[in-house]
């Protein structure tokens, strides 16, 4: 069982930066991606971006390209999403999905999933 807890959502101006973090539990895992997914009111849950397990590959949605970056620390068992120039439709409860081998940009393919942290972004 895998368990995954997300922070450092918050409420923003437009034009600011947030770091969310996703810890997953404590065991040691290895090959396993990470994905960050978002969920706006009345939207379905949209990929965010993704990593590979050496955070050598990443993914990212056209949506956030040149904005977010996904980073990991395998040795604290930790993905990260900074987000810059944050935009009022980057509003969004975001989570973080874990699944073994290559990453994936569709969220079926995430057996495990974080509670979501709630990312709010005024204009």
């Known amino acids: 069982q895998v368990q995954l807890v997300e922070s450092g959502g918050g409420l923003v101006q437009a034009g600011d930066s947030l770091k969310l973090s996703c810890a997953a539990s404590a065991r040691t895992f290895s090959h396993y991606a990470m994905g960050w997914f978002r969920q706006a009111p009345g939207k379905e849950r949209e990929f965010v971006a993704a990593?590979?397990?050496?955070?050598?590959?990443?993914s990212y949605a056209d949506s956030v390209k040149g904005r977010f970056t996904i980073s990991r620390d395998n040795a604290k068992n930790t993905v990260y999403l900074q987000m810059n120039s944050l935009k009022p439709e980057d509003t969004a409860v975001y989570y973080c999905?874990?699944?073994?081998?290559?990453?994936?940009?569709?969220?079926?393919?995430?057996?495990?999933w974080g509670q979501g942290t709630q990312v709010t972004v005024s204009s």
């Open positions: 999905a874990f699944r073994w081998g290559v990453r994936s940009a569709s969220s079926g393919d995430y057996p495990y």
């Open positions: 990593i590979t397990w050496s955070g050598d590959y990443t």
